[in-house]
């Protein structure tokens, strides 16, 4: 085979980006591994427990990293507790945290249901088609977070989870997590943030959004988006074992007992990574990181402005404009890899670690040249 994977000069829209070097290799070295045989694959399980670990400092959940962490019968026999396990994506931790949620919602007497608001990922619907579960979608409000006085009037004795979003995909926003904390825990639910794509940004901001500001008990961070690992590399985390405990079957051909995963045999690639990037990057690299995408994010919205555009302003490094449909579509006739908002009004912009003030200055410059173009196109009255 002689195809070559799509640089990413041109890609503004995605959240995912170029590995780290050090992500590389180690994935390269652990391809053939699989953490989820972690009685056979000991070196694999044992990145995984540090991971694990990392997770965990990033997102406030105190993990004793003297000791073993990790997803079986076998982690505790081992000594240690385990408290989550890096998963394929987003996608798959947030339907494994609507799972925990129906299995501890299990003795309702009614269907349960999960609260999200309109801003979530669209992996939540999968879940609740999956897991034959109610999804409760409420408002946001106009700075595009969660209505929370809709939430409140959403959530009942049903009510197996609430959902709060840290790090919007449209639009960069963090819902207020305490206070969703303290909707769930009045009628008994789990909360659940989906920190995918902000939760390598928002240890840098001042927003409360993780274990250590608020009552969450599962969330979803994937060291494949801003954490810079080689894709597939997710994270489930969760707070207490016996949440983790509701995902676990017998595995009784494999030399460990049970499998709390959602998939089960996974390639260490994503594990190794994911390690190898945090520990190249966590806190120092990582800081530095936001700070250039923030900027970026920041200087972009601001040229968008000046040329006219209604801008909506990144709270994250995530901008969304009103750019037409024409040129958006002209743009990416140019090789743009752009995506619009779910209701069509307005382009997306994420400035992952590969987007550098050069790439946004030469998209620019293609924008008032497509721009000026169209313009020119157009006939003057009385013509």
Known sequence: MRAEPQSFDRVLSSMCTEPHP??????ERFLATNPGDPGTYQSAAALEDRAVAMLGEIVGLEIDTADAIGTGDDARARGGEPTGYVTSGGTEANVQ??????????????RPSVVVPESAHFSFRKAADLLQVDLEVVPTTADHRVDLEAVRAAVDED???VVGVAGSTEYGRVDPIPELGEIAASVDALLHVDAAWGGFALPFTDREWHFGHAAVDTMAIDPHKMGQAAVPAGG???RSTDLLDELAVDTPYLEST?????????????VAS?????????PDGYRDQYVRSQHNAEWLADQLEVRGYEVVEPVLPLVAASIPTPLFESLRAEGWRL?????DRRVRFVCMPHVTREMLE???ADLDRLESRAARAVPSPGE
Do not use: K, P, Y
Request: hydrophobic share 50%.
């Open 97 to 110: 945290a609507v799972r925990i949620a129906r299995e501890r919602a299990a003795s309702a007497t009614g």
């Open 274 to 282: 994911a390690v190898a990037a945090m520990e190249e990057l966590w």
């Open 159 to 161: 009510t197996a989870a």
């Open 22 to 27: 050090a992500a590389r290799e180690a994935a």
């Open 362 to 364: 030469s998209f620019l």
């Open 339 to 343: 995506s619009r908002t779910g209701d």
């Open 236 to 238: 489930l985390l969760v």
């Open 258 to 270: 049970s499998q709390a995963t959602l998939t089960g045999t996974r390639s260490g690639a994503g």
